[in-house]
């Protein structure tokens, strides 16, 4: 009998039909299961495994169905023999102690892995206080709304769009969808021919980076600032200017007149959540024509924005074409779609494509067409109207909280409407890395700032709430645990 091979720990987010399956395909694939023998009765499987029989019935009919086993009358289910030999080849290899393997920190002509960069944990869900940035709360999530997209992107009349290789062009309804509803929120209107999809904003900045930079370019970035943007242009041997912000964002003068690239988040600054003011924003537009600059804008959150009247984008605003815009639907729906795109000149687009299909040809095009039709089904706005209630909620909530336990913290009187993180200074003796480690023994998440920071020896008392991931209820407890973690160095 085959009993002794049918042992499962289940894992409680997966159905037990899935598991179960993939546990007997696994044996069957590897040879482990023996021709001759017949599977267990879906009787004595079911009790084996504390399943019920139809479960079982299901996973075998699907299974002969797949032509993985085979049903003999009055005999049972056995493995067919196609499936019998196991697929992995044996070399009979045996590694040296001797061996001489390629030295590869000679080889490389860049180590990325060297970089300093914003560490987030995998099990960020695990802590009760998860005051961490850039995620969502996963309850929240339209998950029937989006199942509903999904299936009919496998319908008939939309899978002839998605299973075949697009080369370098993108899902046409998208792009149609990103042109007429979302663009115009931000008040830009443009062709369908400037438009790009990429994997996200870093994406997109490594695109330009790649296309634009060398040991010669000037890339003018906010201190503090975007890590990920100095990690990147610095990869392609860029000159780095560092500017400094102030409670208007970015500080416009003529120590910029000299860089060839303005990276900013004019919207939503990056960390500190400022907002770039109207005059400084036509300063900047003033400035990058008399001086021959371009423009990077990043509205990474535009969507999720809660200001009743928000400042349209600096690409509205842009007369000359100066402003290349990138965009992002992780912060409205979910970042790990990996979705952003590119609106820019016809001419930049153009290349900027031929680079990409060099690299991965296009982003997934099933993604593109599920979120074409979320967006065009109105799925998307009924959930942004939602998430803006709720992180407008939360934001009071937390305003609040540090208000009562941290209101010697601020770095601004008010926190602006469109930030979904606070961004908060301790006493200049606290390490907020040492206070960040000492946090997470009480399963509180905290985002030290200094990694923000692009110049050398940054300061180290500045850290960074994030409100989007946790749960209301838990975020004035969450505060006031963390305030007695900051007693501890106080």
Request: proline share 6%; charged share 25%.
């Amino acid at each position: 009998m085959l009993e002794h091979y049918f042992h499962i720990e289940f894992d409680p987010e997966r159905t037990l039909q899935d598991q179960i399956r993939e546990f007997i395909v696994n044996l069957i694939l590897t040879g482990s299961l023996p021709l001759d023998e017949p599977l267990p009765s879906s009787r004595h499987l079911s009790k084996m495994l504390g399943v019920s029989r139809n479960t079982i019935v299901l996973i075998y009919e699907s299974l002969v169905d797949s032509g993985f086993i085979e049903a003999h009358s009055r005999k049972g289910f056995f493995v067919n023999h196609s499936f019998h030999n196991t697929e992995a080849l044996s070399t009979d290899l045996v590694h040296k102690e001797d061996s001489s393997p390629p030295n590869w920190s000679e080889r490389f002509q860049k180590q990325p892995s060297n970089e300093i960069n914003i560490v987030k944990p995998y099990d960020w869900q695990k802590f009760e206080y998860p005051f961490i940035y850039g995620q969502v709360q996963k309850d929240f999530f339209p998950l029937e709304q989006w199942r509903d997209c999904v299936r009919k992107s496998m319908s008939g009349q939309w899978n002839k769009y998605w299973i075949n290789d697009l080369v370098d062009s993108d899902d046409p309804l998208l792009i149609e969808q990103i042109r007429t509803r979302l663009l115009p929120r931000r008040g830009i209107y443009v062709e369908s021919s400037e438009i790009l999809i990429t994997i996200g904003t870093q994406n997109s900045l490594y695109l330009l980076a790649n296309l634009l930079c060398n040991q010669t370019t000037k890339v003018a970035l906010e201190n503090p600032g975007f890590r990920d943007a100095l990690n990147i242009f610095s990869l392609f041997n860029a000159k780095i200017h560092r500017q400094p912000i102030d409670q208007h964002g970015l500080i416009v003068n003529d120590d910029l007149k000299t860089c060839d690239y303005l990276y900013v988040t004019p919207s939503t600054q990056v960390p500190t959540g400022v907002e770039l003011s109207k005059e400084r924003r036509q300063r900047l537009l003033n400035l990058s024509t008399k001086h021959d600059c371009i423009i990077i804008e990043d509205d990474y959150d535009a969507e999720v924005n809660m200001k009743h009247n928000p400042q349209p984008a600096l690409k509205a605003l842009d007369k000359n074409n100066r402003v290349i815009y990138i965009g992002s639907m992780s912060k409205s729906i979910s970042p790990g779609l990996r979705v952003g795109f590119m609106v820019a000149d016809e001419e930049l687009i153009t290349e900027v494509r031929a680079l990409r299909r060099l690299m991965y040809r296009h982003p997934p095009v099933n993604i593109q067409r599920q979120l074409s039709l979320f967006l065009s089904l109105g799925y998307h706005d009924t959930y942004l109207r939602k998430l803006r209630v709720i992180n407008a909620s939360k934001l009071q909530r937390i305003n609040d909280a540090i208000d009562r336990h941290l209101p010697n913290m601020r770095t601004s009187e008010h926190v602006s409407a469109g930030a979904t993180s606070v961004w908060l200074k301790a006493p200049e003796h606290i390490n907020t890395e040492e206070v960040a480690w000492l946090a997470a023994q009480s399963s509180i998440l905290m985002e030290p700032g200094a990694v923000h920071f692009t110049a050398e020896n940054p300061p180290q008392n500045y850290f960074r709430l994030g409100f989007s991931a946790i749960e209301s209820h838990k975020i004035e407890p969450g505060i006031a645990a963390l305030k007695n973690v900051f007693d501890h160095f106080i």
